[in-house]
């Protein structure tokens, strides 16, 4: 029922950094986990990262670990990605996604955002 619109997506060298963000329709925002997949082209969708609703629990994937680190704004019903120590292996188009619990498992999210587009140039 919540529409997610994702920004911050661009064109970034080996490296650089970028931060993403996800924002979020509704008034209960904080009893809902977030997260961040992704997709390369040829790929399946992956995951990256997840928070739960106060934000106390988070997940990474191992190939992100160390250099991503995702959080949230509950007054601003907005989730944030930021991507340090970037990789051309990082291009993808990158999707936020509400979720009844904090989960690597995609079945557990039951809103989507359309996607952004993450770039990184070697």
């Known amino acids: 029922q919540v529409q997610l619109v994702e920004s911050g997506g661009g064109l970034v060298q080996a490296g650089g950094s970028l931060r993403l963000s996800c924002a979020a329709s509704g008034r209960t925002f904080s009893s809902y986990a977030m997260g961040w997949f992704r997709q390369a082209p040829g790929k399946e969708r992956e995951f990256v990262t997840a928070?739960?609703?106060?934000?106390?629990?988070?997940y990474y994937a191992g190939s992100v670990k160390g250099r991503f680190t995702i959080s949230r704004d509950n007054a601003k019903n907005t989730v944030y990605l930021q991507m340090t120590s970037l990789k051309p292996e990082d291009t993808a188009v990158y999707y936020c996604?509400?979720?009844?619990?904090?989960?690597?498992?995609?079945?557990?999210?039951?809103?989507w955002g359309p996607g952004t587009q993450v770039t990184v140039s070697s």
């Open positions: 928070i739960s609703g106060g934000g106390g629990t988070t």
């Open positions: 996604a509400q979720g009844s619990r904090t989960s690597y498992n995609p079945d557990e999210y039951h809103s």
